[in-house]
């Protein structure tokens, strides 16, 4: 099995570079371009079951860094991406539009619980690996005026759910089932196991 000394990360996610410094892996970023429609490959079809969306969702982003990599003529190396999504009940919650449906959003998690999932994804030519992390998040009710604070403050902008686990908001969180680093976007237990079954070194 070939060995590797670095991953591309095609993630624009600064939490899943700094959970991949922690975990010592040397690490590229491999960004979507202008021309790419990123935020498209992240639409929810109707009906479908958060699992499969979040994992279908990062088999989309995969084949296209893949192509990105090729196109770029870049040096060899494995490609990971990763995506997470908050759900509750069956209600899938990305990345809020705006401010106001970042409030709804938050106001619907507050004084419930609710699932985090993250896939996570690893290709390198015709070899591909992938592992779906679940978690289970459980939230205090929160005061609205707390809320929209939080919503000024501008931290749920671009999060799944609308708030990070290692913000303030965590603070709201009275207990976790499952994976802490899943839930901030990037399971170190299953990316390892990923990471050397492609052969990568760290």
Do not use: N
Request: charged share 20%.
């Amino acid at each position: 099995m070939t060995e590797h000394a670095f991953v591309y990360l095609a993630s624009q996610s600064p939490r899943r570079a700094q959970l991949l410094d922690q975990l010592g892996v040397a690490h590229r970023p491999l960004l979507a371009g202008p021309q790419e429609q990123a935020e498209a490959l992240e639409a929810v079809v109707p009906g479908e079951a958060a699992d499969h969306y979040v994992q279908r969702v990062t088999a989309l982003k995969l084949r296209a860094a893949l192509k990105r990599l090729k196109v770029r003529d870049l040096k060899p190396a494995p490609v990971m991406c990763a995506d997470t999504t908050v759900v509750l009940g069956r209600r899938i919650l990305g990345k809020p539009v705006d401010d106001q449906e970042a409030l709804s959003m938050l106001q619907a998690l507050s004084g419930r619980s609710h699932r985090v999932l993250t896939a996570v994804a690893v290709g390198y030519g015709r070899r591909c690996f992938a592992a779906l992390s679940r978690s289970r998040v459980y939230f205090d009710a929160v005061d609205p005026a707390v809320l929209t604070a939080y919503v000024d403050s501008g931290e749920p902008r671009g999060k799944a759910g609308a708030y990070a686990i290692q913000s303030c908001a965590a603070q709201w969180v009275s207990h976790i089932e499952g994976s802490y680093s899943g839930i901030m976007g990037l399971p170190l237990h299953e990316t390892a196991g990923l990471l050397r079954a492609m052969g990568v070194r760290w």
